[in-house]
């Protein structure tokens, strides 16, 4: 049994297709079936259930795909610590942020970033929370910028600063001549959200004290989509305090603070317990801290 092998059919679990798996591994799938058969002749055990269309893992075959990951982690650990230089900040980083703060944050810090730490790359990949954790842990990305709680005892994290939210309502709608604006005011106005799988989308309903949105009509894809639906009249929303110099609507779109004190969110940076770049990911949440973005808060 080698590291190869475990590759392989970490590789054939993630995909479930033989011809995706091979290619990933960048070999033949001939080569890959083959080894994977051999692996499993050596075990004395089927790991996958070739009957369907999609190859789906047999129950011993879902445990030891994930001892697998496990020695698989451990393996890249190893490399990760041999390659280490006396400066932790001289390497790269695969770094996964959410969407709804990416683009509005992400500017801010990374020229910083790049004159504190010349050598430090960061490689971002921009997906919604689940995907983020999803792919921490299956090590293809190292770290992750995203909005807590995050409820996983296999990450470290580090909260980075508070994010307070702003009412977004139409220029022309009643409450916008409000120098501030009551939660439950904009909760009773026909409150807009994201798609499901958003985490602004449950901070918004927590922000504004509701268990959950029945009968929605509409719900918007990203920010900027939400802002535009807000300009055309269908209704009112929350917008994190560092998207709101967007661009689109703005003319449509009257931004005012919220009455309510601790209407926010809080920003985060998370990686793996155990991983090899954790000095790394110290170093750069600390600057994160230090680099504090308009008009958000510090946490101590």
Same mark, same amino acid.
């Given at each position: 049994?080698?590291?190869?092998?475990?590759?392989?059919?970490?590789?054939?679990?993630?995909?479930?297709?033989?011809?995706?798996?091979?290619e990933?591994?960048?070999?033949?799938?001939?080569?890959l079936?083959?080894?994977?058969?051999?692996?499993?002749?050596? +075990?004395?055990?089927?790991?996958?259930?070739?009957?369907?269309?999609?190859?789906?893992?047999?129950?011993?075959?879902r445990?030891?795909v994930?001892?697998a %990951?496990l020695?698989?982690?451990?393996?890249?650990?190893?490399?990760?610590?041999?390659r280490?230089?006396?400066d932790?900040m001289?390497?790269?980083v695969?770094?996964?942020?959410?969407?709804?703060?990416?683009p509005?944050?992400?500017?801010?810090?990374?020229?910083? +970033?790049? @004159?504190?730490?010349?050598?430090? @790359?960061?490689?971002?990949?921009?997906?919604?929370?689940?995907?983020?954790?999803?792919?921490? &842990?299956?090590?293809?990305?190292?770290a992750?910028?995203?909005? +807590?709680?995050?409820?996983?005892?296999?990450?470290?994290?580090?909260?980075?600063?508070?994010?307070?939210?702003?009412?977004?309502?139409p220029?022309?709608h009643?409450?916008?001549?409000?120098?501030?604006?009551?939660i439950?005011?904009?909760?009773? &106005?026909?409150?807009l959200?994201?798609?499901?799988?958003? =985490?602004? %989308?449950d901070?918004?309903?927590? /922000? =504004?004290?509701?268990?959950?949105?029945?009968?929605?009509?509409?719900?918007?894809?990203s920010l900027?989509?939400? @802002?535009?639906?807000?300009?055309?009249?269908?209704?009112?929303?929350?917008?994190p305090?560092l &998207?709101?110099g967007?661009?689109?609507?703005?003319?449509?779109?009257?931004?005012? %603070?919220?009455a309510?004190?601790? /209407?926010s969110?809080?920003?985060?940076?998370?990686?793996?317990? @155990?991983?090899?770049?954790?000095?790394?990911?110290e170093q750069?949440?600390?600057?994160?801290?230090?680099?504090?973005p308009?008009?958000t808060?510090?946490?101590?």
């Amino acid at each position: 049994m080698t590291l190869q092998e475990l590759r392989y059919i970490v590789a054939l679990a993630d995909t479930g297709h033989f011809g995706k798996a091979a290619e990933a591994c960048f070999i033949s799938q001939s080569t890959l079936s083959t080894q994977i058969k051999k692996l499993e002749d050596f +075990l004395g055990v089927v790991l996958f259930d070739r009957s369907l269309k999609q190859v789906t893992l047999t129950a011993v075959g879902r445990e030891i795909v994930a001892s697998a %990951r496990l020695i698989l982690d451990e393996a890249n650990r190893i490399r990760e610590l041999a390659r280490q230089t006396d400066d932790p900040m001289e390497r790269t980083v695969n770094l996964g942020v959410i969407p709804t703060l990416g683009p509005y944050y992400l500017p801010h810090v990374l020229k910083q +970033l790049h @004159r504190i730490y010349p050598k430090l @790359r960061l490689l971002l990949r921009e997906e919604m929370t689940p995907h983020v954790l999803t792919h921490i &842990a299956d090590g293809k990305l190292d770290a992750g910028l995203l909005a +807590l709680p995050v409820d996983d005892a296999n990450l470290d994290v580090v909260p980075l600063f508070k994010e307070p939210f702003l009412a977004a309502v139409p220029a022309k709608h009643k409450l916008a001549s409000n120098t501030t604006i009551k939660i439950k005011e904009l909760a009773k &106005a026909g409150l807009l959200l994201l798609e499901e799988g958003h =985490c602004l %989308r449950d901070h918004a309903l927590e /922000a =504004c004290h509701l268990d959950g949105m029945q009968n929605e009509e509409v719900s918007a894809t990203s920010l900027e989509t939400l @802002r535009q639906m807000v300009g055309m009249g269908l209704g009112v929303t929350l917008i994190p305090v560092l &998207a709101s110099g967007g661009t689109t609507a703005i003319t449509q779109v009257a931004l005012r %603070r919220l009455a309510d004190p601790g /209407a926010s969110r809080t920003i985060g940076l998370v990686w793996r317990k @155990r991983s090899p770049l954790a000095a790394t990911m110290e170093q750069l949440a600390k600057t994160l801290k230090d680099s504090l973005p308009p008009h958000t808060l510090a946490i101590p």
